[in-house]
């Protein structure tokens, strides 16, 4: 688990600019990936986990905006912090290998990035969060 300090958070919430990602993944170099790419994209990993333990509890303390999810987390699933972020009201997309087999039946609607993905799914992604929430 990492969380990342407000020096590389920027104040233009007009777009992409300035939106703290929490990112949950268990794969290293795919984490690393979407810094990468959230970076191009205008957005802050503002914190990271590997594994369900460590999701849950930043889920619960860190700052961010809106989170990208991975559905299985070394074959655990990750409806535990889904719950958190519905609790607290934060947006999130999910990624999968494995299309949409693994989400919960309430989160059908939610955004899914399937892996392997480009950064321009992911802006889609994204995009589509953020369009919902101007609803």
């Known amino acids: 688990m990492r969380t990342r300090g407000a020096q590389q958070m920027t104040t233009d919430q ?6 703290r990602v929490l990112v949950v993944e268990d794969e290293p170099m795919i984490r690393l990936l979407l810094d990468d790419m959230l970076t191009e994209l205008g957005y802050s990993m503002a914190a990271e986990a590997g594994r369900l333990d460590e999701a849950i509890t930043v889920a619960k303390q860190a700052e961010f905006d809106l989170a990208i999810l991975d559905v299985n987390l070394n074959g655990q699933p990750v409806t535990p912090v ?54």
């Not at 007009?14 to 939106?19: E, F, I, P, R, T």
């Open 14 to 19: 007009s777009s992409g600019v300035g939106k």
């Open 82 to 135: 889904v719950d958190v972020l519905v609790e607290r009201r934060v947006p999130f997309v999910f990624v999968s290998g494995y299309a949409r087999r693994g989400i919960p039946e309430a989160h059908s609607k939610t955004p899914l990035l399937q892996k392997p993905f480009q950064a321009e799914g992911l802006a889609r992604a994204l995009a589509s969060l953020k369009a919902k929430a101007a609803n």
